[in-house]
């Protein structure tokens, strides 16, 4: 089933001699439970195609459907709703709220959505998380791999259509970077929980199952 579809995707940034595109017309479709990396160089429109793939910004021209909806056309309101409620979003910088201990990170999306918490998912999520004993926690003191590990539980809790995670692993080290990625495989297969990480490390990238690559605005490989 197909979950995702991107389609003549471009992002034009400047015009005239300013102009930079940072994506032509991409194409390429994800199916419900794969665990896609897109890999590319810096500046090579990885992070443009996250981020237009997650709602978080809109592009120049081309559509992408997730779950058979195309976002772009809903309007600024509806399409902040539809990323909170089926795309997770996985930052280099985990982006928790300082104030707010690790349970009550996770739970923020169902929060905005004036949800109740399912207790019984969030313990299978603590647990799969390894955070059972930090549940209780602020940000600060938590070590980095802690901290990532809660932003991926935020981005879980939603039960989403699509996990987004942009450079994961870029600010761990090498053991807590596989500990990560280990964690995002275990959600993939367990929960058949749809990831598209994008990275640069050439080593994670060939733990998921298929790799696309990206130069200069354009698939060259994976699509």
């Known amino acids: ?35 896609v990396a897109i890999v590319g160089a810096s500046g090579s429109g990885k992070s443009t195609l996250l981020h237009l793939m997650g709602g978080v910004d809109r592009p120049t021209s081309g559509e992408v459907f997730i779950d058979g909806k195309n976002i ?21 910088f985990y982006n928790l709220i300082p104030i707010l201990n690790v349970e009550e990170n996770i739970t923020l999306p169902l929060a905005l959505d004036h949800r109740e918490v399912d207790q019984k998912t969030l313990n299978e999520l603590l647990k799969l998380l390894g955070l059972e004993n930090r549940k ?50 275990k959600s993939n297969k367990e929960f058949n929980q749809t990831i598209i990480m994008i990275t640069h490390n050439m080593e994670i990238a060939k733990l998921a199952d298929r790799i696309i690559q990206i130069e200069d605005g354009k698939i060259v490989c994976g699509g």
């Open 72 to 92: 772009f056309d809903f309007n600024d309101d509806e399409l902040a709703i539809f990323r909170r409620r089926q795309i997770g979003l996985i930052y280099q």
């Open 136 to 185: 209780n926690h602020l940000p600060n003191e938590l070590s980095g791999g802690q901290q990532q590990r809660t932003s991926i539980g935020r981005a879980l809790i939603t039960n989403p259509a699509l996990i987004l995670a942009d450079e994961p692993t870029g600010n761990l080290d090498s053991k807590v970077s596989d500990e990560i990625v280990a964690i995002l495989k």
């Open 1 to 35: 089933m197909e979950i995702l579809k991107v389609q003549n995707l471009t992002k034009v940034y400047g015009k005239g001699t300013t102009k930079v595109v940072a994506l032509d017309h991409v194409s390429f479709s994800v199916q419900k439970g794969e665990f």
